[in-house]
């Protein structure tokens, strides 16, 4: 049956229409990297990434006052074992410290995984460290180090990010994470900060050779998964020295190129001890404090007198990438 003159108009602009919304779904899903290409609003965006393997959701924070035209700094923030970016985003106060300080902040989902954990089979959320592979049930583990370089690349295409601002934080088991980054992503993140973990590199891992990262570590006095026990840790740190754990922090410096030769910055309020002698003879350290009574939580000020985040973002103004 022969179509009449205007069922063909008509079928044509159909036609003509599927094809626009179908180029504009392509020049949304086409990138490379990412599948939103959508531009940037002010405040909470709410993204998708494809990595190939797998489709991750994204929390992405710009500050009010973010200028495109001018670089700005950015935090990737990973949450704790369990959690997810939306519990992190609204429970860590990143995103109101980079609304008042104008920086980007960044919260990413883990995937979820069936590991061993104390004699059972549990199913949560989890960065892979270098802990995860042996505890699966079965299968293996998402490539996370490439997710997050992926993730600065997709970023980057959509935001202005000043490639010597970019850093990376992290609790508990999003600080085990942070920790893997900060010897096998250093290439790409200025300065670290780990938050009640960071402590499973320490005999997993090896220097990035030529790459000088600096670090923060900001560790609970009373967290049992730091101390292993029900006692604090110490604030005086000649005691200190004298933990157990104190024989898996030894071992930290030297994946930065750094001597255990130490100084102690504060033992009054916490206790801080900073590593500076560098193997290199460069300017980077490693900062470790013991957060007096801070227990397994993230604080965020209003849960404890004390605010990682503020501690955090001193710490990574301080250390931006060379020239």
Not at 35 to 42: A, K, R
Not at 219 to 239: C, Y
Not at 248 to 277: C, E, G, M, Q, W
Not at 305 to 319: C, D, G, R, V, Y
């Given at each position: ?281 460069q300017n980077n350290e490693m900062q470790l404090t013991i957060v007096r009574n801070l227990q397994q939580s993230y604080p965020n000020g209003s849960n404890h007198p004390e605010n990682a ?15």
């Amino acid at each position: 049956m022969k179509l009449k003159p205007i069922s063909v108009y008509l079928l044509l602009l159909l036609s003509g229409v599927v094809a626009q919304q179908f180029a504009t779904a392509q020049s949304r899903s086409n990138s490379a990297l990412g599948i939103d290409l959508s531009d940037y609003e002010p405040g909470r965006n709410n993204r998708l990434l494809d990595t190939g393997d797998t489709i991750r959701d994204i929390i992405v924070y710009v500050p009010k006052s973010y200028n495109p035209k001018t670089p700005g700094a950015l935090v990737l923030v990973f949450h704790n074992t369990g959690s997810d970016g939306e519990q992190f985003f609204h429970s860590s106060g990143w995103a109101e410290m980079a609304e008042a300080q104008n920086f980007i902040a960044v919260f990413p989902t883990a995937l979820a995984y069936c590991y061993a954990f104390e004699g059972k089979n549990i199913t949560r959320t989890r960065w892979n460290d270098y802990t995860l592979q042996n505890q699966l049930c079965a299968g293996q583990p998402a490539n996370d180090v490439a997710f997050a370089g992926t993730l600065l690349q997709d970023l980057q295409q959509g935001l202005n990010i000043d490639p010597k601002r970019i850093y990376a934080a992290g609790f508990a088991g999003g600080a085990d994470f942070v920790g893997r980054l900060s010897v096998e992503l250093n290439k790409e993140i200025a300065a670290f900060g780990m938050v009640g973990g960071g402590l499973a590199i320490a005999g997993n891992a090896k220097p990035a050779p030529g790459i000088y990262p600096s670090v923060c570590y900001l560790l609970g006095q009373a967290d049992s998964r730091i101390s292993g026990t029900e006692q604090p840790l110490p604030i005086d740190e000649r005691r200190f020295i004298k933990t157990p754990v104190w024989q898996t922090i030894a071992k930290l410096p030297a994946l930065y190129h750094l001597k255990n030769n130490y100084k102690v910055i504060d033992r009054s309020k916490h206790l801080t001890l900073l590593f500076t002698d560098n193997i290199g003879k460069q300017n980077n350290e490693m900062q470790l404090t013991i957060v007096r009574n801070l227990q397994q939580s993230y604080p965020n000020g209003s849960n404890h007198p004390e605010n990682a985040n503020a501690l955090l973002w001193k710490f990574f103004n301080a250390h931006s990438k060379p020239q």
